[in-house]
């Protein structure tokens, strides 16, 4: 068996042992082109080989036969060695990436086609990519595994990682009704103030995370696009400059709870809407500032279709296609009833989603590794 960098014609092979990694589907066919260009990252595959079979760590043949240089890799030409073989077909896939601190690698997407599990496929592709990270100059490699997959956390935990947190995933439906009433019932004793935090608040929101259980117990991470990053006060001023931060506070200036949303979905759902980290003191505080989230998001919504409404009409003028406009219109009335919420597990989140109609959900472990 021998590693190498992924090739732009290995990807209907892997597909095809990449469909039902779980029991929707799998997302790989949904990433592979997003991997595959991405900087600072490397796309590995295992195949079958002979004595003809090598490994280039640094660049891998394109389908026209131009090498692909990986700008991540800097090792020398004597690690260069050509793949000769015309019959042998990858056997697995993993994806590794350097975040953007330049201090930590993430490791992603590990598949092993199923005539070729319990061969140690997968640990040589984790220890690969340990190598890499290595060589990267990171300290520390992290990943994301499902609570269910013990196979994948067993191999991880014999390789050294342990369990930072552990998070929840929940996927929800708005029913109009049920939510009114969920939302009427959310009253507190002290009158709470939520809104969009900006750059006045930043101090305030720093000093209350570093008193923040939550944010400790998270491991100091939030989500982004299926990838665990640390929250630090760099990344917290990018979020407020954005209006990607939600506060909650009493008496304008103690802050009694804070949320992180994503408007801009990731890889090719760009509608979905998310909220990516949840933190607040107590559990009603905690269903208020989740609620704001929402009818923050709703009221988006709202003003978009107002928007699209008048460039339907100003479209239909310049004589341009009115289906086109309606698929798009009912797209975002569809997909605007659905919230993906993905925060630290706790019982009072998990209380507070019980309330709503779950379309989808899971939990996760998040594993760290010392380099």
Known sequence: MKIRLAKKSDKDVILQFCTDTFTWGDYIDRVFDIWYQEPYGELLVAEESDDKVGRNRNSADDPNGQPKTNNASTTSANNMITNTSTNVQPIALSHVILCPNKKRIWIEGIRVKQSHRRNKVATTLVDEMLQFGRRMGAIEASAIISVNNLASRFLFEKKGFNIVSRWGYYNIQLDGNKYGRINNGNQDKNPVKVRIANLEDLDNVWNYLQCSETYSLSGKRYFE?????????????????????????????????????????????????????????????????????????????????????????????????????????????????????????????????????IIESAQFLLYDHSL
Do not use: P
Request: charged fraction near 30%; charge should be neutral.
């Open 225 to 357: 696009a299926w990838r665990w990053y640390y929250l630090n006060y760099e990344k917290i001023v990018d979020f407020i400059k954005h209006q990607n931060m939600i506060i909650m506070e009493i008496n304008n200036t103690i802050i009694e709870g804070v949320a992180i949303i994503n408007y801009s979905g990731y890889w090719d759902k760009k509608e979905v809407f998310q909220i990516v980290y949840l933190d607040s003191t107590s559990t009603s505080k905690l269903q208020g500032l989740l609620f704001y989230c929402i009818d923050h998001y709703t009221f988006s919504v709202a003003d978009d279709r107002d928007n699209d409404s008048k460039k339907k009409k100003n479209d239909d003028c310049k004589g341009k296609s009115k289906s086109n406009y309606d698929d798009f219109r009912s797209r975002r009335q569809h997909n605007s009833n659905q919230i993906q919420i993905i925060s630290y597990q706790t019982n009072e989140l998990l209380e507070i989603m019980n309330r709503f109609e």
